[in-house]
Structure formats: structure tokens, C-alpha cells
């Protein structure tokens, strides 16, 4: 069978023809370059939380149903009574078996438009995509020539043909990719997808068509129903062999497997029903009456509902917990085929939700459905080292971008989703150098600090205690006034801004000096009579903080004459202390002076004063 790739040539130009054994002819419709890949694109305004996808093969149209709003979403006409569907892993595209047109119509599902028509002289039968979304599989038939065609679906080109004895009239692959399983009259035939070779054929219950066809999610499984028996062949794929048959009904057609395998529900349209079939077991433990002759099939993800299309126009949703239907829906139309669009990705956590404007920060998206996840942007800007951990969990790192909140974005298939928001902030402050680096406890000396982005500092601090006041002069320098310390000793400088505090280290450092003091003695005039052997004396000293010039309250001072310990007190505001101890008169009269003493403390220098005592008389 001849190809002939269709390009809107240009006046007289010839058209290209591939080799024989090719079954597709691709007409780039809406393209208007032939292998051209299909563009990516945001999901379509009503894209809502589920899709099903159905193709209407009375009105030849694909209907998106929106199975939350319970309506159409939007429809595209496609080629003559389309049946077979197919969607790719991504949701990007729906594949479209038209069978009396000859052609396949290829659906970008974010414009809900067709991209591409791919029309071939024989009749498309059934679709299929590789895992990975790589590769498209298309079973047509036409007189004795019954083949499978291997589309690049990033080039819409055949690349492999299958011959079959018989056309395909169903097609699923495992799970990992490497076997493509096709359901032929009679048959389930077993191919290579890597060498593209029929390796086994396993016949079935009868040499009818096969309605319909599933593998198991552990792969080991491949269940096959016998259309005009009502039958459901096992197959085992360890051994390419039938091990089970089990009757369904007057007939047996479309199939649809619990999210764990462990269930198959299987229609039956002469019979008006669904039968629910324990996989564990492999008998019909229960049948669902279904009227207007039940069609295609399809088991929700979560497992909690089936949706079953009838020959009267309706969809009906059974509860599968119940196994009761909960709701008909009249769809106007015959809905010959159905399949899910991919669940949507859902964002609903951003850690963390800010970082520097310089970028490379890693951010964790965590929600669910995120296994497809190709691109995370910020602002627009793509993220880089974009990983995907598990299905609800994606790292990525973050551009740069100027301050500010920004929108965030994952993308997975061909939707984008809104993932929080994030804030660009300046980098954390950075102190590169002090002038001067020293300076009194008594704080009140002038700083200036050099460094980086001081622009929008809220605070300035020595060591744990703000300074006194600060001036942010530029992005590169402050002025701060040092606050009193309590204690003379190295402390570091910090700045703080929205984004952060700056680190230390010996760029930062400034050391606290103890202040000098200065005590100044009193002399005292006293009066001994004869034979007194002790005197009081009232004696008194101010401190004063050199360093600043000012009083120093609070502090301890001892009057002594000679080693004779004549009282302690403490200053008073003005920085005097006055006290009156005894003393042995033979001390005065053989020193006639005392001494002050103020001992320091971790801010203060010590400091000593002496005055005479003067004998009146």
C-alpha cells in the first residue's frame, strides 16, 4: 500500500511518495507543513477537573464532556462515522478512527481543533499509543491486506508496518512499552514493538472479533472479549497462553479494569447489562442492568464510578460501590468510543515561597497528579533542574528575576497549571568593612558600615543590642551611632533587611573600650582634741566617666586611710559618695590624708584619688 505525505504543494510541484507498506497518507490540515510536530498549548477555557473524550459516530463528530459541569465542553467535526479513540499519555492529542472516510483525524485537545488528518486507502480499526507517547499504532484493514502502521508522533511519519491475517479490531501495549498486544479475529497476537514482529498469536474462546481488550496493571494479564460468545478470554503473557474463559452474556464488547486489577466490567449489549467480574476468582460475581444496549465502558481512576455509553444516546454513571446507576445523561448523540483525558496536575504547595532575586534557589511543588510534569515558570521565565520525585512531588530551581511576588506555573501534558506565588527579594545584606572598628562602652561613637545591600534595612545591631540610631546613606554604606555596652569586649555588626540578616565574621567586628575614669578626693579639715584615740570622719569622692564627660552613678567607692578601712558608698546621681566611718586617731595624725578607690567594672577603667586631712588648731 503506497503514502503519500500532502504538504499544500505549490503550483506543478509533484507530490512525494514513500515506500510501499506505509498505510497512511498525512494531510497536514491545519499545519500546513507535513511531519511537522503539533504544538503544545494551555488547556482550553473550560478544561474543567475530568474529561471524557467521545466520539459521535451519528453527527461524526469528538465531543469533550465535562464530567463535573455534566455537559459538552466543545465538540470538533471529524472524519465519517468515527469509532475507535485513543488519547496520548499527556493529553495533548486525541486520535480519531474514521472508518468510512479511510482516515484518522488527529484532535490537539488544548484548541479542541483538528491538527492533523492522516488518510490511508484502508480502514482504520483501532488506535493505540506507546506508554511514553513516542509512538502511535493504527490497525486498518481493506480487502486482504490487514496491517498495523508505527507513527513517529512527534513527526506524524510511519516508521514500521505490521503485517496481521486479519484486521486488528483492538490494541493496547503493556506498561512497560515493549509488547503491543492486537486484538485479530479468533486471537490475541502478541508483537515486538523494538523489531516491530508478531512473536506469538493466542487464539481465543472463538474465531470472531475480538470487543474488547485490556491488560492487566501488572502486565501479566491480557483479557480479551469474544464479541458474538459473550465471553472473556485470560490470557496469561508469562506463557502466551489462554488459561480462562468466562461467560458474560448474549455478547461481550467494551472492558474497563478497576484501578487495581482486580476487577473487570464488561458490556454486553444484546443483553442490556454490565458484569462485573472478580479477576481474583474469574467469575461474574454481579450484572448491572444498563438499557438501550450498553456500548464503550470506562472505570473512573479513583475506582468509584463507571461510565457506560448506550445505543439510546446517553451515558449512564453506575456508583461502584453500589453497583447502581446514579445518573443518566442524555448526550444527544451515539457515543461509539470513549477514553479519559489524563487527570490534571494540581499544585497546592510552593516551599519556599521566597528567595533571592539572583535566582538558583530550589524550590518543592508538592499536589497530585504531577508525574507529567515537563516545565515550572516563574513569571514566564522556565525554571531550571526541573524533577520530577514521584507523582506528588517536583523540584525545581528558580530564574532570576527583579524583586517582587510572582505568579508560578507547572506544566504537565499540555496544561498549565497556577502553582502559588512566589517573592523575589533582594540577597540578604552582606558588612565588608567598619570605620572606626573600636570605640567606648559608653557607646555614642560614629560608625559607618560598608558592604552590600543596605537598601531597605529596618534594623542595625552591635552584638545583640540596636544601635543607638542609623542612617542608610546607600546600598553600600550606613551610618549607626553605637549603643552603651555593658561590658567592654568584641561584638559583630549586623544589618537586617526584609530579606535577611547579614553574617558575621571579621569583617564585622567592633570592640567595645572601657570607658577612663577620673575620682576625685575631698580634703577634709577635722578638730582632735587631746587623749582622743578615734575620730570620724566624713569623707567624700565623685567619679567621673572621662570618656564622656559625664557622672558615674551607681558605682562602689572605698575611703582608707593608710590600711584602715574607713567606710564604702556608693555614687549618687551627680556621681558623689559620701560616707562617715571611724578612725584611729594615731592613722590621721601619722598620715593626714585618705585615700578613694573605685575598683572598674567591664565597662569602666578603675581610678584612685587622695586628699589631705587637715588638723585644726
Not at 499544500?8 to 507530490?15: E, I, Q, V
Not at 514493538?193 to 492487566?216: C, E, K, M
Not at 510534569?373 to 517536583?394: H, K, L, R
Request: aromatic share 4%; with cysteine.
Amino acid at each position: 500500500m503506497s503514502l503519500t505525505i500532502e504538504e499544500r504543494p505549490a503550483p506543478d510541484r509533484r507530490l512525494p511518495r514513500l515506500r510501499r507498506g506505509a498505510a497512511a497518507v498525512l494531510t497536514a490540515m491545519l499545519l500546513g507543513t507535513a511531519g511537522a510536530a503539533l504544538p503544545a498549548g494551555a488547556a482550553h477555557a473550560d478544561t474543567p477537573a475530568r474529561l471524557v473524550y467521545f466520539s459521535d459516530n451519528v453527527d461524526n463528530t469528538l465531543v469533550a464532556y465535562d464530567l463535573v459541569a455534566d455537559r459538552a465542553a466543545g465538540t470538533v467535526a471529524v472524519g465519517n462515522m468515527p469509532r475507535s479513540l485513543a488519547i496520548s499519555p499527556d493529553g495533548s492529542q486525541v486520535w480519531v478512527a474514521n472508518e468510512f472516510s479511510r482516515s484518522v483525524s488527529v484532535v490537539d485537545t488544548a484548541s479542541l481543533t483538528v491538527a492533523a488528518t492522516l488518510s490511508a486507502n484502508s480502514v482504520p480499526t483501532a488506535i493505540a499509543f506507546s506508554p511514553d507517547g513516542t509512538h502511535a499504532y493504527i490497525g486498518d484493514r481493506v480487502g486482504s491486506q490487514n496491517e498495523i502502521d508505527v507513527f513517529d508522533t512527534s513527526t506524524l511519519t510511519v516508521t514500521g508496518t505490521i503485517p496481521l491475517p486479519y484486521g486488528a479490531t483492538k490494541l493496547t501495549p503493556s506498561a512497560d512499552g515493549k509488547r503491543l498486544y492486537a486484538g485479530v479475529a479468533g486471537s490475541v497476537t502478541v508483537i515486538d514493538t523494538a523489531t516491530d514482529t508478531v512473536t506469538a498469536t493466542i487464539p481465543t474462546a472463538d474465531n470472531r472479533a475480538i470487543g474488547g481488550l485490556r491488560t492487566s496493571p501488572d502486565g501479566t494479564r491480557v483479557y480479551a472479549t469474544n464479541l458474538n460468545t459473550g465471553t472473556l478470554s485470560v490470557v496469561d503473557t508469562t506463557t502466551n497462553s489462554l488459561t480462562d474463559v468466562i461467560k458474560i452474556g448474549q455478547s461481550a464488547g467494551s472492558i474497563a479494569l478497576s484501578p487495581d486489577g482486580s476487577h473487570a466490567y464488561v458490556t454486553s449489549g444484546s443483553s442490556n447489562l454490565v458484569a462485573l467480574v472478580d479477576l481474583t476468582t474469574l467469575t461474574v460475581t454481579g450484572t448491572i442492568a444498563v438499557p438501550g444496549s450498553p456500548g464503550a465502558v470506562l472505570a473512573d481512576p479513583d475506582g468509584t464510578r463507571l461510565y457506560v455509553s448506550t445505543g439510546m444516546g446517553k451515558m449512564v454513571v453506575i456508583d461502584t460501590a453500589t453497583n447502581t446507576i446514579v445518573r443518566s445523561t442524555a448526550t444527544g448523540s451515539y457515543p461509539a468510543d470513549m477514553v479519559f483525558a489524563p487527570a490534571t496536575a494540581t499544585v497546592t504547595g510552593l516551599t519556599p515561597d521566597h528567595g533571592t532575586t539572583a535566582g538558583g534557589t530550589t524550590v518543592t511543588l508538592t499536589g497530585s497528579h504531577l508525574t507529567g510534569t515537563t516545565a515550572v515558570g516563574f513569571d514566564g521565565t522556565p525554571a531550571t533542574n526541573v524533577t520530577v520525585v514521584d507523582d506528588s512531588t517536583v523540584t525545581a530551581t528558580t530564574p532570576a528575576h527583579t524583586a517582587g511576588a510572582v505568579d508560578v506555573t507547572l506544566t504537565a501534558g499540555n496544561r498549565t497549571v497556577p502553582a502559588g506565588t512566589y517573592t523575589y527579594q533582594k540577597p540578604a545584606p552582606t558588612v565588608t568593612g567598619l570605620s572606626p572598628t573600636r570605640g567606648p562602652a559608653a557607646g555614642g561613637t560614629t560608625v559607618t558600615i560598608t558592604g552590600t545591600d543596605f537598601t531597605g534595612t529596618t534594623a542595625v545591631a552591635f552584638g545583640t543590642t540596636p544601635a543607638t540610631s542609623f542612617t542608610v546613606d546607600s546600598d553600600t554604606s550606613i551610618t549607626a551611632t553605637a549603643p552603651d555596652a555593658t561590658a567592654a569586649g568584641t561584638v559583630d555588626i549586623t544589618v537586617t533587611t526584609p530579606s535577611g540578616t547579614s553574617a558575621t565574621g571579621s569583617a564585622d567586628r567592633y570592640a567595645y573600650t572601657r570607658d577612663t575614669t577620673k575620682l576625685t578626693a575631698q580634703p577634709l579639715l577635722l578638730s582632735i582634741t587631746p587623749g582622743q584615740l578615734n575620730i570620724n570622719l566624713k569623707l567624700s569622692a565623685t567619679l567621673t566617666d572621662t570618656t564622656t564627660g559625664k557622672p558615674v552613678p551607681g558605682a562602689s567607692v572605698k575611703f582608707t586611710v593608710a590600711t584602715t578601712t574607713v567606710c564604702t558608698a556608693t555614687t549618687d546621681t551627680t556621681g558623689t559618695a559620701t560616707c562617715t566611718g571611724p578612725c584611729p586617731v594615731t592613722a590621721v595624725l601619722l598620715n593626714l590624708g585618705y585615700t578613694a578607690t573605685y575598683t572598674g567594672s567591664p565597662a569602666l577603667e578603675p581610678a584612685t584619688a587622695t586628699a589631705g586631712l587637715f588638723r585644726l588648731g
